[in-house]
């Protein structure tokens, strides 16, 4: 009779393999967590044929978008929907506003002085400058002279000067100016168009020198052959029945120049007198 006996799961002595388990000594062994299919749990596999589902959050097609659904990190407040801006649509109604303001308080002056002034054309008076030449147009209702090029045939005057705030006086002593006019910023100094403001006799002066030939005198200098008379004395604003005896007291005197402003479509303010008188003697 055989005395070896198989212990039974009952009799087996028990084998704890949890660490710290009171009657096991301690291993240096890490302890192998089972995984799902060891610990007997298994997972369902997602049908091959059935399409992945569409996420929740998108839109329909045409339709309008919605608001937002994503949660803020945790520890952090939800913030509340973003307004749409109106930025552009305020300023725009903001801009028409200014517009009618300007117009109610002020601005049909200044729209009507800008249809005025680009009605007139770039030939008008207003728009000339020194160097310009100009014709006379006596018939214009709107500019006496217009503005031509130089080489034009009714090109009679070339502007010397434009004074702002001038008046007639302001061209008397601009070399080679013989008449002037007034334009929207002032006076306008103008003289023949071949004109030499280097010679002008206008301008002459105690000292100078001039040529004479016939009743038109320049100023030369006075080693030029030309040089005729020196310049004794300059008179200003001479009444024209004094211009023969204005230079009397002017010793060695032998001639005089009157020199008169040209005319001048507003009328001459100085009509019965003289600009300049030049006591002259000989060279």
Known sequence: MSTDQTASPADAPRTDTTPGAADDPPTD????????????????????????????????ADGPEPESTELPPAGEPAQPPKKKRVFWTVAGVLGAVLVVMVLIGGGKDLLGSFLSDLAKGTDHIDKVVVGDCLKETPRDGTSPYRIV????????????????GGTRGSCINVAG????????????????????????????????CLGVVGDDAQRVDCSDT??????????????KSDVERA?????????????????DPSGNPAAGRVDVVLCLGEK
Do not use: F, H
Request: net charge negative; hydrophobic share 40%.
């Open 149 to 164: 090029g130089c080489d034009d045939a009714a090109a009679t005057y070339k502007t010397l000067a434009v004074v702002k």
């Open 29 to 60: 062994e890490p302890t192998k967590k089972p995984t799902g299919a060891e610990a007997g749990v298994t997972q369902a596999a997602a049908p091959a044929d059935e399409p992945a589902p569409e996420p929740a959050d998108q839109p329909p």
């Open 177 to 208: 100016a013989n008449r002037s006019i007034t334009n929207s910023t002032g006076t306008v100094c103008m003289g023949p168009k071949d004109v030499d403001p280097a010679r002008a006799v206008n301008v002459a002066k105690e000292g100078d």
């Open 226 to 239: 030309d040089a005729r008379y020196v310049v004794l004395a300059r008179l200003s604003d001479v009444l």
């Open 247 to 263: 230079c009397a007291t002017v010793p060695a005197t032998v001639s005089t120049y009157a020199w008169d402003w040209g005319a």
